[in-house]
């Protein structure tokens, strides 16, 4: 499944991180603000030249300084993305030649986007790439590719069938007493992915094999 601290789990547990670009991110911000800062300078001795009508006045492209701040910005921000690009593509080249079935949620990102607590998770972990990658790879590997309805994944325990209802997203494990005491809210909600996907692909005519 998708998740927002990891990037993937999987059914048996093992979980795969989104990548970090808090370091770019910080260089950015710092860039941003010289470019800013630098930028307003500009436009003010700009101005100045204006008000007193210099025979030759200065303008924005005369000044190089606040040109380096962008170029330094837009290298941070370039730096990131290539990273998680490359990032992405080792993890789902590394998921699809390990397994001959892949069950995944059909998440509406562009929904999920609307929400400020959610946006920056979703965009980081870059859900949509990791997809896009999952779905051309399994084609080029002859993989199969199962896309699931989400619903009470997380709600379901994928045990005994309980519905435990609507959680807060800052709730990662709950308990279950009847079946087991503690389970991972994500670990949980792979597994039920899992179902889904046995349960789609049954309807094809196919057989998934689980470990």
Same mark, same amino acid.
């Given at each position: 499944m998708l998740a927002w601290a990891d990037l993937a789990i999987l059914s048996n547990g093992l979980k795969y991180p989104s990548f970090n670009s808090s370091y770019f991110e910080k260089k950015a911000k710092i860039w941003q603000k010289k470019y800013s800062r630098r930028r307003h300078l500009v436009k003010l001795l700009v101005l100045q030249d204006r008000n007193k009508r210099v025979l030759c006045p200065r303008s924005l492209e005369s000044f190089t300084n606040w040109q380096k701040a962008q170029k330094s910005k837009a290298k941070c921000q370039a730096k990131a993305a290539n990273q &998680?690009?490359?990032?992405?593509? *080792?993890?789902?080249?590394?998921?699809? !030649?390990?397994?001959? @079935?892949?069950?995944?949620?059909?998440?509406?990102?562009?929904?999920?986007?609307?929400?400020?607590?959610?946006?920056?998770?979703?965009?980081?972990?870059?859900?949509?790439?990791? &997809?896009?990658?999952?779905?051309? *790879?399994?084609?080029?590997?002859?993989? !199969?590719?199962?896309? @699931?309805?989400?619903?009470?994944?997380?709600?379901?325990c994928s045990k005994c069938g309980y519905n435990s209802g609507a959680k807060p997203l800052e709730i990662r494990e709950w308990t279950r007493s009847k079946c087991q005491p503690k389970q991972d809210r994500d670990i949980n909600a792979a597994v039920?992915?899992?179902?889904?996907?046995?349960?789609?692909?049954?309807?094809?005519?196919?057989?998934?094999?689980?470990?």
């Open positions: &998680r690009r490359d990032y992405l593509h *080792k993890l789902t080249t590394h998921l699809v !030649k390990q397994y001959d @079935v892949i069950a995944i949620e059909d998440l509406k990102t562009k929904n999920l986007q609307k929400n400020h607590h959610l946006a920056k998770s979703i965009a980081n972990a870059s859900w949509r790439m990791f &997809r896009q990658m999952l779905e051309y *790879k399994c084609e080029w590997y002859g993989k !199969k590719l199962i896309a @699931v309805d989400p619903k009470n994944t997380s709600r379901i039920n992915i899992l179902h889904k996907g046995s349960t789609k692909l049954s309807g094809q005519g196919l057989a998934m094999v689980t470990s």
